[in-house]
């Protein structure tokens, strides 16, 4: 498991600043660019790691989403706790066996840094997702936008 170094939150719901008044107020949050809002440090596992560990890394990091990468430090996707309940529930011996590759959607919820929120908001609910990784043009993860980051936006935290 790897950490993206940059500082949590960065520029996001809980870091940013009220804006009651000044002239980004104006500004329509579906507007904002993505990395504003998207959760960092970005907690990053590998596609071949084993589901019980990467259920480990989920709860020591205290987060609900990893983005799995592959051996070149590409997104190759987003793990979430539901995908991992969801497959201990059907077999409890799958998270000694399967690896994290294995559950991972066919197309992965990934947004480029330079896309909006709305884009974000688009694709979540196109893929069915509560959260989409952020990445750069060499698509290494950079952040991580959820639904929780999107309703904070929305409410002016």
Known sequence: MTTTDRTHRQNG?????????DE????DPADRGVTE?????????????LLGEALHAMVRGGRRHLVVVDDTE????????????????????ALARRVVGSVLEAAPPVLAADQR??????????AGVDAVAVVDAAGRPVGVVTGGDLVAVLAGR
């Not at 929120?117 to 196109?126: E, P, Q």
Request: proline share 4%; glycine share 8%.
């Open 74 to 93: 590409r997104c190759v996707g987003v793990l979430a706790d539901r995908t991992v309940a969801a497959v201990w529930a059907y077999d409890p011996s």
């Open 37 to 49: 809002v998207m959760s960092t440090p970005v907690l990053t596992v590998r596609s071949g790691l």
């Open 117 to 126: 929120l709305v884009d974000a908001a688009r694709l979540m609910r196109t």
């Open 24 to 27: 980004a107020s104006a500004v």
């Open 13 to 21: 719901a809980a870091g940013a600043a009220k804006i009651a008044g």
